[in-house]
């Protein structure tokens, strides 16, 4: 994933808070994924219009982890949502 | 023990539908149009399914489409909260009823394909005209946008299509195919010499999944259904029995599988009289399979009784007659022998049995001779 890459989510994929789990849930298609904390708090960053670069930077900054260590994180949850067709990428 | 609250809901709006496969998955016995739950109760339902945990909703039928109260519908489920997955055939949309459910918040379309031509797609949906239909309905759903999934069931007439099924998907612009080979439950039981694919067919179906899985990954994401007759494991069905999902049929019952009706023993409550959560929690069908107390030692002591949970009920019914028994698919099954050679007789019909049409829920209907020649398209 480039960092000039922009994820988002396409028509259908949403973020949904489960009021009886008590959990966040990506729900699309024929499925409803659990999110971690990791998870969500990647996946709200995702609004269309911001880069991957900027995303991971600014998740970096927020919790002060190493940008490498975010980027690779981040790369590998967003492209196994890319492959299931829950994430697009407009570059 | 302590059940988790179910994540999805397959709502049968109604059991009409313009089409009749004669691979129908709809019970023997039909709902009628006068006891098909009315618009409010259906929206006080999707409410209590939301309050339960459930996240998906399935409208499906039946063709849903043929509810009048479509867009009230879809509206009420994205009212309670929940991801709602129009399941259809396309006959009966029409360009301003897609506009009207996308106003209503539809998320998902699943459209059903019965064969990659007129002449096939036709003959199976026993719908003159169908196909043509239908490819109209894609363009409009793609025009709205609407995330598409096509559903596409295998069988020994139109297994060879697959190939040109996932092209079709493709040029729909869908995201996903579901291609299950078709579950003999129900009026497909009366079709198993016209329809049951052989092994060599059921193989192939196998190997084609894996290269288009394979060739086309981050573009069509591909669920696969293989034909378990032929195999030596048995399904997982359902994710195991009251452990995620639930029916409601047109009349308001609720079912733990959409053909549970077939199990004699069962008793199913209705929305009517009970809520939601007491009949997920504490109904007799929903308890009658979950755990392993109901299982046979074969199973009870297997090391797969996680994973496949005994297999499905309704096809130890279907096929042994008893549905606590061990699923015959499996190899361990005392029946399994008896029912590979009843597969593979089933398979060895030829081509020119004829299709046993399903029959609409109407007393007055009649059986057709010539496959759509009694109605035409109503949108």
Redesign the interface.
Known sequence: MAPSDIPCL?????L?Y?Q??KNW?L?A????IPLDEVGHAILKEVDGTRSFGEITTALAEKYDAPVAQVQEDSAGFLSAL????FLDLVS | MNPQPPIAMLAELTHRCPLACPYCSNPLELAQIENELDTETWARVFDEASRLGVLQLHLSGGEPASRRDLVELVAAAREAGLYTNLITSGIGLTEKKLAQLDQAGLDHVQLSLQGTTPEMADEIGGYRGGFTRKMQVSRWIAEVGFPLTLNVVLHRRNLHQLPRAFEIAQEMGARRIEVATVQFHGWALRNRDALMPSKEQAKEAIRLVNKARKDLKGTLVIDFVPADYHDQLPKRCMGGWGTTGLNVTPDGQVLPCHAAQTIPHLTFDNVSETSLSEIWYKGPAFNAYRGDAWMPDTCKTCERKEIDFGGCRCQAMALTGDPNATDPVCAKSPHHLMVKQRAEQHAAQGDDVPLTYREPPRKTATQRQIPGATRRASA
Not at chain 1, 10 to 14: A, S, T
Not at chain 1, 82 to 85: A, C, D, L, S
């Open positions: 396409p028509r259908g994929v949403r949904h489960d009886v789990r849930m729900l298609p024929e499925r409803a890319k492959n299931r067709r």
